[in-house]
T-cell receptor, first 109, second 118 residues
């Protein structure tokens, strides 16, 4: 089976950097996604990693280590609008997404 | 980018009635559409996967006779919640996977439908 773990909640300061970790166990792997979800809204795509290493997209970066079953999402120069839940999702051998419970990120001024 | 719409965005219905939710891919053809349910402060739970022209595949624990899914075309899927009860109140989200191979792995989400059953 599959299992995904990420912290329930994190707090960070506007302008700072925050790293949200995600660990997983799976028998089949076709990539790892990060999504952002504001309260009452649908998730929006942030990143996709299928190979080891760091993918950078502006203020957001995502890292993957397949051997360690580990990924993180790095957010730089935090803005108040970054307050949201961040969902780690694993694509399994059937190309279905298995979702983590999400990390609620609270940004303080 | 690819756009997915859902209608209605919110609906309130009485217990025992049925509600239909539409999911449309506006500018691409979706080979596969997914229906999710999300309860407050919880993650997305996949309800079913539907491929155009074939029967939907339901996840364990999801009643296929209660949650009817029709995927009649490459741009439209519908979810009908039959004989709704208050415990069906939730945020229902659809997503679509594009037909083009370069976007094969990415799912595009609709804005969601908030269902409240009184």
């Amino acid at each position: 089976g599959q299992n995904i773990d990420q912290p329930t909640e994190m707090t960070a300061t506007e302008g700072a950097i925050v790293q949200i970790n995600c660990t997983y166990q799976t028998s089949g792997f076709n990539g790892l996604f990060w999504y952002q979800q504001h309260a009452g809204e649908a998730p929006t795509f942030l990143s996709y990693n299928v190979l080891d290493g760091l993918e950078e997209k502006g203020r957001f970066s995502s890292f993957l280590s397949r051997s360690k079953g580990y990924s993180y999402l790095l957010l730089k120069e935090l803005q108040m609008k970054d307050s949201a839940s961040y969902l780690c999702a694993l694509m399994d051998s059937n190309y279905q997404l298995i979702w983590g419970a999400g990390t609620k990120l609270i940004i303080k001024p | 980018g690819a756009v997915v719409s859902q209608h209605p965005s919110w609906v309130i219905c009485k217990s025992g009635t049925s509600v239909k939710i539409e999911c449309r891919s506006l500018d691409f053809q979706a080979t596969t559409m997914f229906w999710y349910r999300q309860f407050p402060k919880q993650s997305l739970m996949l309800m079913a996967t539907s491929n155009e022209g074939s029967k939907a595949t339901y996840e364990q624990g999801v009643e296929k006779d209660k949650f009817l899914i029709n995927h009649a075309s490459l741009t439209l899927s519908t979810l009908t919640v039959t004989s709704a009860h208050p415990e069906d109140s939730s945020f229902y989200i659809c997503s679509a996977r594009a037909q083009q191979s370069t976007d094969f792995y990415e799912q595009y989400f609709g804005p969601g439908t908030r269902l409240t059953v009184t």
